[in-house]
């Protein structure tokens, strides 16, 4: 009897296994055939445990990239500048609460996405431990920081799941103003007096690096490459884009008239692409590990923004509670 069970119970074991298998090969065939997977379909996994992993760590990188620039809103040289890196910075927050949105469609509440990003377990981008020493790093933000984000992320708007996908269509449309605002920023310092193209060629040689890093560790070493390239969450590698965004960006420097900071720089001819120099992957880890220049300061001013927040979320949440009891007693 406890035999005969026992064979039943692997049976079952087996039938689901089965179905499980033929359930993982008509999800891989349509992301083959291009076809969105939406947060009704099934999926395996793997597969959602990833788009949590990479759409929540995008969006703590939107907010937590807003406290580099929020840091200059009201030391921006004219009312123009004010009001522009106003509205972008705003519309980081915005990008972090569509990212957040997507991410719960998947099943994961936003509450415990924040504590990760709270309490130091989750990651964000690396390039946001960086300091901005100057003004001129608020336009090296724009047109480098913005830049590597727009070279990532015009692909994600492919990307199988359909909410991230839809979510990066609006997302890069606003990179993009957000590109120009700072090109137009180093292009005005740069053909500005000597110190201002001094500080513009500053900000330049200490974003350059840090912005190379942004598109992860190289393909050799990439962990989810793999995988995320099969389920076309990726669409390119991480050397692939980088690649991208030095040879688009090498030419729009020598518009301004700024040096690379980089002295093994060069053309190949044979391959039309730019030849860039060893990039510090120590410096990455570390940064990644918590010790860049300014993973502390992040973490404590959103730990703080979160709790001096807390009366907003108490007071949207008991109003909801009361307009749920009205209507419930209009409906009786
Ligand atoms: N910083 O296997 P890999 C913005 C992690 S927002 C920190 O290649 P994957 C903006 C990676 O997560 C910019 N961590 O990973 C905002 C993984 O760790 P876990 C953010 C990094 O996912 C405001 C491990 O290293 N953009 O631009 O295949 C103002 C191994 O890497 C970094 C996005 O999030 C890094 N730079 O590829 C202005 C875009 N790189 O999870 C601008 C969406 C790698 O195993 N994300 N890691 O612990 C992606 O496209 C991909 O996740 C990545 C990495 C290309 C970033």
């Not at 509450?111 to 336009?139: C, H, M, R």
């Not at 050397?239 to 965004?245: A, G, I, M, S, Y």
């Not at 039309?272 to 880890?285: K, L, N, S």
Request: proline share 4%; aromatic share 10%; hydrophobic share 40%.
């Amino acid at each position: 009897m406890y035999t005969q069970a026992l064979n039943a119970r692997e049976a079952v074991a087996q039938a689901l296994s089965a179905d499980d298998t033929a359930k993982a090969a008509a999800f891989q065939a349509r992301v083959d055939d291009e076809e969105r997977i939406e947060p009704n379909d099934f999926m395996p996994e793997a597969y959602r445990r990833t788009l949590v992993r990479q759409i929540s760590q995008h969006a703590h990188s939107e907010i937590v990239g807003m406290l580099p620039e929020g840091n200059w809103i009201t030391r921006a040289p004219s009312l123009k500048r004010k009001a522009a890196l106003l509205a972008k910075v705003q519309d980081e927050g915005g990008h972090g609460l569509y990212l957040y949105a997507a991410a719960e469609t998947l099943g994961v509440a936003r509450e415990e996405l924040v504590e990760q990003l709270l309490s130091g377990k989750a990651k964000y981008s690396s390039i946001f431990n960086y300091p901005t020493l100057t003004w001129a790093d608020i336009g090296a933000i724009g047109w480098l920081v913005d830049g590597a984000a727009i070279m990532n992320q015009i692909p994600l708007c492919r990307c199988s799941y359909g909410p991230y996908a839809r979510a990066m269509i609006r997302i890069c449309k606003e990179e993009s103003f957000h590109q120009r605002q700072g090109y137009e920023i180093m292009l005005t310092l740069s053909r500005g007096t000597a110190e201002q193209k001094a500080m513009a060629q500053d900000a330049l040689d200490r974003w350059w690096w840090p912005c190379l890093m942004m598109f992860g560790p190289p393909d050799g070493e990439s962990l989810h490459s793999d995988t995320s390239t099969r389920w076309k969450i990726k669409r390119f590698s991480n050397d692939e884009l980088r690649q991208k965004f030095v040879d688009a960006t090498v030419p729009q420097a020598a518009v301004l008239g700024l040096a690379m900071p980089d002295p093994e720089l060069r053309f190949d001819e044979a391959t039309g692409h730019w030849v860039y120099g060893a990039i510090d992957w120590d410096e990455f880890r570390r940064v990644l590990a918590g010790d860049g220049p300014c993973n502390r300061d992040r973490l404590r001013a959103r730990n703080k923004a979160h709790a001096d927040g807390a009366w907003v979320r108490e007071a949207a949440l008991a109003f909801a509670e009361k307009r749920r009891a009205a209507e419930e007693k209009r409906a009786a």
